[in-house]
Antibody, heavy 119, light 108 residues
Framework: EVQLVESGGGLVQPGGSLRLSCAASGFTLSSFSMNWVRQAPGKGLEWVSYISSGSTIFYADSVRGRFTISRDNDKNLLYLQMNSLRAEDSAVYYC?????????????WGQGTTVTVSS | SYVLTQPPSVSAAPGKTATITCAGNNIGSKSVHWYQQQPGQAPVAVIYYDSDRPSGVPERFSGSNSGNTATLTISRVEAGDEADYYCQVWDTSSDHVVFGGGTRLSVL
């Protein structure tokens, strides 16, 4: 079964750091581009970052310079390193995979991990 | 940056047709994807590439895209269709994925 499982969320103080992980199973992560998408409480979906199978990377303006997306293909893991966190980064963070051969649409989603930035 | 505008809410009676719009500058030149999100759950794709239904999505869901407006149409609306719906594109000029603000469909 194709599955994505996020972890690493939690409560962090403003200015702090967290690293989110997304464990892929049922498929080979190296063959797919991946996205991180977040959703603040009661708000809509917001794209965060993209990494291609060849490691081309894009970021939303709101996180560029603070967040870093990466992947460990040997471990079938996707990461999102989040530094200099702000209250407005509080959200459920989803990793999402496109259909085979695609890039920017989302087919498989994880269940999400919650990040709360608060003092 | 590219902006997608959706109505905050749409309502339809069971058995009727719901239409959700997604407005963007020359959106007809882009590929539009649509997602359904039930409360407390991850989104699920209901339309890819303007009008393609993923496997398992009922034929009641259809999409179109032309000019400055993309449209998601849900025919014969059911209570289970009550959810938030989001449109999404890839903006090549900014190298950004862009989501619309979302539309809550209420089934009366």
């Amino acid at each position: 079964e194709v599955q994505l499982v996020e972890s690493g969320g939690g409560l962090v103080q403003p200015g702090g750091s967290l690293r989110l992980s997304c464990a892929a199973s049922g498929f080979t992560l190296s063959s797919f581009s991946m996205n991180w998408v977040r959703q603040a409480p009661g708000k809509g979906l917001e794209w965060v970052s993209y990494i291609s199978s060849g490691s081309t990377i894009f970021y939303a303006d709101s996180v560029r310079g603070r967040f870093t997306i990466s992947r460990d293909n040997d471990k079938n893991l996707l990461y999102l390193q989040m530094n200099s966190l702000r209250a407005e980064d509080s959200a459920v963070y989803y990793c999402a995979r496109p259909p085979p051969g695609a890039a920017f649409e989302m087919d498989v989603w994880g269940q999400g991990t919650t990040v709360t930035v608060s003092s | 940056s590219y902006v997608l505008t959706q109505p905050p809410s749409v309502s339809a009676a069971p058995g009727k047709t719901a239409t959700i719009t997604c407005a963007g500058n020359n959106i007809g030149s882009k590929s539009v994807h649509w997602y359904q999100q039930q409360p407390g759950q991850a989104p699920v794709a209901v339309i890819y590439y303007d009008s393609d239904r993923p496997s398992g999505v009922p034929e009641r869901f259809s999409g179109s895209n032309s000019g400055n407006t993309a449209t998601l149409t849900i025919s014969r609306v059911e209570a289970g269709d009550e959810a938030d719906y989001y449109c999404q594109v890839w903006d090549t000029s900014s190298d950004h994925v862009v989501f619309g603000g979302g539309t809550r469909l209420s089934v009366l």
